[in-house]
């Protein structure tokens, strides 16, 4: 979160300068849409019980090459500034966390039948501060209609209780962002959109704290938005 951190505060130098000069845009936005998790898998290094010689194992969450899919919906709020009549640029930030549902599985004890042996392992995961430091494209001939890009940042906190020792530390995963969107100005300054986004964020691998020997994998996760924006123009 660091990067982003610093470009926050960049930014929020400039408008500070630039907030007595007209083109200050607030609001709030719902977004809702449906990810894509590539190829996750946990790690195993070196000799293992029931594995007859030495060599790294790999447990997908599915069979190789599936991905986990889910829903999302969040709320975020975004202060943009109007360079000129076409670029603008901004901050949008999800001030609330994105909690996956706890997945568990039993790992057997494979030198003995005695099933009270068996680790059970219990894994959540809490998506925290997910910023985007965005541009806006306005297009010349479409009035209200512009692009937007923008790089991303999340802190992803691992919360889990494993039966098998060890934990999984806290990390941070970042990517870029795409949308076409349609703004309409309303009485008063105020102004509607409507946008469809798409998302890419990079993956990760962490180590457990425990044992160096196992580690979990994410290749990266993408997803597809629609989004509705409330806000108001100074």
């Known amino acids: 979160m660091k990067k982003i ?58 069979t190789d090459g599936d991905e986990a899919e889910g829903a999302f919906a969040i709320g975020s709020v975004f202060i943009e500034y109007e360079i000129n009549e076409t670029v603008a640029l901004g901050i949008d930030y999800v001030p609330h966390s994105l909690d996956s549902e706890s997945t568990e599985n039993v790992q057997s004890d494979m030198t ?16 925290e501060n997910l910023a985007t430091l965005y541009a806006t494209l306005q297009f010349p001939d479409v009035d209200g209609l512009y692009a937007k890009v923008g790089y991303m940042q999340v802190d992803v906190a691992t919360n889990e209780n494993l039966g098998t020792g060890g934990a999984y530390p806290d990390t941070d995963l970042d990517g870029y962002t795409v949308g076409l969107g349609y703004n309409r100005d309303l009485d008063d300054g105020a102004f509607v959109r409507v946008e469809a986004s798409y998302m890419d964020l990079d993956g990760a691998t962490v180590t457990n704290s425990n044992d160096s020997t196992k580690s979990i994998t994410a290749d990266g996760i993408t997803g597809y938005g629609a989004r509705v924006s409330i806000g108001r123009s100074f």
């Open 5 to 62: 951190t610093f470009l926050i505060l960049m930014v929020f130098g400039y408008f500070s300068n630039a907030i007595a000069l007209e083109g200050i845009n607030i609001g709030a936005s719902l977004t809702a849409g449906v990810f894509e998790v590539d190829g996750a898998k946990e790690e195993f290094k070196g000799q293992h019980a029931g594995v007859g010689s030495p060599g790294d194992v790999s447990k997908s969450t599915a």
């Open 112 to 127: 003995t039948s005695n099933s009270s042996s068996n680790k059970t392992n219990t894994v959540q995961v809490d998506f």
